[in-house]
């Protein structure tokens, strides 16, 4: 495990975009890919950057139920907007939101993310130690399933929606088997109110209480911090 701590998350997305360019050199191909605040600065620092992604594939860790590509919450449109825009990928995959058959949906994408093995997975985390949508109490071993959002989730979303009744309660997620898959992982954090995940991540017991702290068993893990998120780590 490797710690990289930062001043703010403008240093964070350049650091980021260090070890994407690493990546790239050593011939990474499948990129996953996640949403929420936290990669903003990370995916300007790719806009920003030479890298060509017209080759490489991207495949998205979740998507909210019930909404559709084109609806502007959705994480496709977040996607599109931070990233696809600028540099777009060869192909780009994530859940279908549309799909009201959960089965089909997630076993199509669990098709997609064993047919194309991730090389380097960007994560964020939950304020309860979630990621992608793997609430606490994810099994260790999922594979993409339906998950119904915790009040803590729904609460911290609320603010991209106009009004909170409006947030989606269910979402299809990678599961946490299919996010350990990937070669590299980078979970980048800012913030304070990331730093208990974050000490309970890196320090905790590895406990699907906190879904994030299988990420200890990884051997190839990064974490990007800024002094608030590592600030309750004790060394
Ligand atoms: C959502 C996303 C996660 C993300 C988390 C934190 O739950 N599914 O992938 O890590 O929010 O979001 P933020 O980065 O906005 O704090």
């Known amino acids: 495990m490797k710690i990289i701590r930062v001043k703010d998350e403008i240093e964070g997305g350049q650091e980021a975009l260090a070890l994407f360019k690493d990546q790239v050199k050593q011939g990474a191909h499948v990129f996953g890919l996640a949403t929420g605040s936290t990669p903003n600065t990370t995916y300007q620092a790719l806009c920003q950057s030479d890298l060509d992604f017209s080759e490489a ?73 979630h990621i992608g949508f793997n609430e606490p109490g994810s099994p260790f071993d999922g594979t993409t399933r339906k998950i119904k959002l915790t009040e803590s989730t729904l609460n911290a979303n609320a603010r991209f929606f106009a009004n909170e009744a409006d947030v989606p309660r269910y979402a299809y997620s990678m599961g ?60």
């Open 57 to 129: 594939i991207s495949i998205n860790l979740d998507e909210y139920v019930g909404l559709s590509h084109n609806d502007p919450q959705s994480y496709y449109s977040y996607m599109v907007e931070h990233l696809f825009k600028q540099k777009p990928f060869k192909h780009s995959y994530l859940p279908d939101g549309t799909n009201e058959d959960a089965d089909e949906e997630c076993q199509r994408y669990s098709r997609i993310i064993a047919q194309n093995p991730v090389d380097f997975q960007l994560l964020g985390i939950g304020r309860n130690g």
């Open 176 to 235: 946490i088997g299919e996010i350990m898959q990937a070669k590299t992982i980078l979970l980048e954090a800012y913030g304070m109110n990331k730093a208990d995940a974050i000490q309970k991540t890196i320090e905790g017991p590895v406990t699907p209480n906190v879904p994030a702290s299988i990420l200890q068993k990884h051997p190839n893990v990064y974490f990007i911090l800024d002094e608030e998120a590592a600030s309750k780590l004790s060394k």
